[in-house]
């Protein structure tokens, strides 16, 4: 029997989920997320989210062109550095973001989002899709090739294709792909948010406040910092300046009145789990922020009283896993996308954009079907193939940036890498064609330079 779309029904309402549902209802597909927040403030973990131009050219392709166009204008302000540094804040190599003299483009351009504020935007027109306190416990496929979904409050939905966007621990994958694993990194994060104020501001150099800072310290210690900045104040009104198709579009998105994100510096400290005093996943808060200053001790003063002046509230432990590739399987009207199905270290920052690549070619498949132009399970396969290729690929590159197995986190030959990286940096740093080289292969990998799909 040739299956038929009806419609679709997505477990999970996070970043490709919701892209997912936005193009598929814009091109006339019905499309139903189904979460099992109770709120579209629940739930969120994480501050900062890098969106490249992959991620940009799906919100694009999916998003009524009004919402794309407010997306743009929730952005924080674009970094224009990714510095690499020591604990006392010495520079070892800063790279251009090639991007920010690509502004006027708005695709070719890293953009730094909250993630709260993006989630936001994608709710934002989908209030009768979006099917909040739904818990996901199992699906069937049934004789005629749909599928039927339930949830622990005794309902149940049926639908031509059901999408696994439900995240790293996705019930529909355990389901589905039980042969699917995910490994540990080794290593564990510690985030925090710190009120961006002049006496916050003054604790970092120029370059770190205007860009993307990562601190490479001795015993594989590291620390990423993001300094985010928007278009409105504390009181959630547009600001001055910020032109006034932004400032029209942000007074009229009714997002803002779900969402507090005001100015801040985030902070990611990671380390492998041995090299840490005590577990931080059994600790929360004040205790979290204490460990960090305690495993800083000898670092740059400026550092450890950003540290030290961060919300406790905010600050929350990351045991920082992986997902194992694994061989092609049977194509029905199951599938997945993002983390469900490719979850990956925060290495090379790509994972929101990878589930955002998903989302389009997902779409893009299912519309070739409505149109006649696929069959839905040769449309899938399709997608799974090439969905497969693209992000495993970014898994094992993510994971080579962020091993607890990488020889920096032992204790002697850890010194020797430490130096020998600082090293090669620093030679980068004075000779521009090979600086110019990394920032164009920097570029190339966060896909300025991708081809359709």
């Given at each position: 029997m040739k299956e038929q779309l009806?419609?679709?029904?997505?477990?999970?309402?996070?970043?490709?989920?919701?892209?997912?549902?936005?193009?598929?209802?814009?091109?006339?597909?019905?499309?139903?997320v189904y979460e099992r927040d109770r709120t579209?403030?629940?739930?969120?973990?994480?501050?900062?989210v890098g969106i490249d131009p992959d991620g940009t050219r799906a919100l694009q392709d999916n998003l009524d062109p009004k919402?794309?166009?407010?997306?743009?204008a929730t952005c924080a302000r674009p970094p224009k550095y990714f510095s690499m540094l020591t604990e006392q804040l010495s520079e070892v190599l800063c790279l251009n973001d090639l991007s920010v003299t690509e502004q006027r483009d708005p695709i070719h351009s890293d953009k730094s989002v909250s993630r709260m504020t993006l989630r936001q935007v994608l709710l934002t027109g989908l209030e009768k899709n979006v099917h909040f306190d739904k818990t996901f416990t199992h699906y069937q496929l049934n004789d005629d090739g749909s599928v039927r979904a339930y949830f622990d409050d005794g309902t149940d939905v049926t639908g031509s294709v059901l999408v696994a966007a439900d995240g790293t621990n996705s019930r529909v994958r355990q389901?589905?792909?039980?042969?699917?694993?995910?490994?540990?990194?080794?290593l564990i994060g510690i985030t925090g948010k710190v009120e961006l104020t002049p006496e916050t501001k003054a604790l970092l150099p120029p370059k770190v406040f205007e860009g993307v800072s990562m601190v490479f310290a001795p015993k594989g210690y590291s620390c990423i910092l993001h300094v985010m900045e928007f278009k409105w104040g504390h009181d959630g009104q547009p600001r001055n300046g910020i032109g006034r198709s932004d400032a029209e579009l942000l007074s009229r998105w009714p997002g803002m009145l779900y969402d507090n994100t005001r100015d801040y510096i985030m902070f990611g400290f990671a380390a492998a789990r041995q090299n840490f005093p005590r577990d931080p996943m059994n600790l929360q808060g004040a205790e979290l922020i204490k460990l960090v200053e305690q495993m800083t001790h000898d670092w740059h003063p400026n550092l450890r009283k950003l540290f030290h002046l961060a919300d406790p509230s905010t600050s929350f432990p990351l045991n920082?896993?992986?997902?194992?590739?694994?061989?092609?399987?049977?194509?029905?009207t199951v599938t997945l996308l993002g983390d469900a199905i490719h979850t990956m270290t925060p290495g090379r920052g790509v994972g929101a954009n990878t589930a955002l690549r998903d989302a389009r070619l997902l779409c893009k498949n299912l519309v070739a079907v409505r149109d006649g132009k696929l069959d839905l399970i040769d449309a899938i396969r399709d997608y799974e193939t090439k969905m497969r290729a693209y992000g495993f690929d970014a898994v094992k590159k993510s994971l080579r940036q962020m091993?607890?197995?990488?020889?920096?986190h032992k204790p002697i030959?850890?010194?020797i890498v430490l130096t020998a990286m600082r090293t090669a940096m620093r030679v980068v740093n004075?000779?521009?064609?090979?600086?110019?080289r990394m920032e164009r292969a920097e570029s190339e990998f966060r896909g300025a330079e991708r081809k359709d799909d």
């Open positions: 009806h419609s679709v029904i997505v477990i999970g309402a996070g970043t490709g989920g919701l892209c997912l549902a936005h193009g598929l209802l814009n091109a006339g597909i019905q499309a139903d579209r403030t629940d739930g969120l973990q994480g501050y900062r919402l794309f166009e407010t997306f743009l389901q589905y792909l039980p042969q699917a694993e995910l490994a540990e990194s080794g920082i896993r992986t997902s194992v590739p694994i061989e092609p399987w049977p194509t029905t091993s607890g197995n990488d020889p920096i030959i850890g010194r004075h000779i521009p064609a090979l600086k110019r």
